[in-house]
């Protein structure tokens, strides 16, 4: 018996094929890996956007729109003239990092102490960083970032003192600090925060003559 959803995400694989190929879709046809990144990050944005409002709908949308980045990717990626991958490569690469990253779940092995530290030191004894704050994106925003500096820096045992200074950088990092001892998400407290906010100075607009 066929699994009706294994069914659908070839289907959207099988479109996504006819799409890029001779005959389909001329804009899918000129797209890179590189054109197709503001596309990936603003699908990113969409879907929190949707989880942050409580958008079931959208919720589900966004996540088929983050799906089509993976799988378009995956797409161009078979036409590489010397490395070659498509989506099940993609996948298969995942089962394993996720399988290699749980020995705990997989391998009936012991946590050895708090699981996202162990993650940490998995992740670097794979890709051989020399630092624990190695490989942290630039592109991510700086209240992230530094959050995700922060984070790593705890976990390594590194010590995040609080910068010393009162311009507005270092206040804002001794935030993020503070953030990120009490487990809150200092990115996405801020997006609520002006959400709130930005509802309050609509609400206060006066509205234009008629």
Known sequence: MTDPQQDALRALVGVMDRLRSPGGCPWDAQQ???SLVPYALEEAHELAEAIETGDRPGLREELGDLLLQVVFHARIA???PTDPFDVDDVAADLVAKLVRRHPHVFE???IEGDVHVQWDRLKNAEKERG???D????ALGALARAQKIAGRARRAGLAA???AGDGVGERLLALVLEADAAGVDAEGALRQAAAAWEQDLRAGEIAPPV
């Open 108 to 110: 009936d092995a012991p």
């Open 135 to 138: 490989g942290i994106p630039l």
């Open 78 to 80: 078979t036409e590489h």
């Open 131 to 133: 630092s624990a704050l």
């Open 161 to 163: 003192r609080v910068p």
């Open 32 to 34: 890179t890996h590189e």
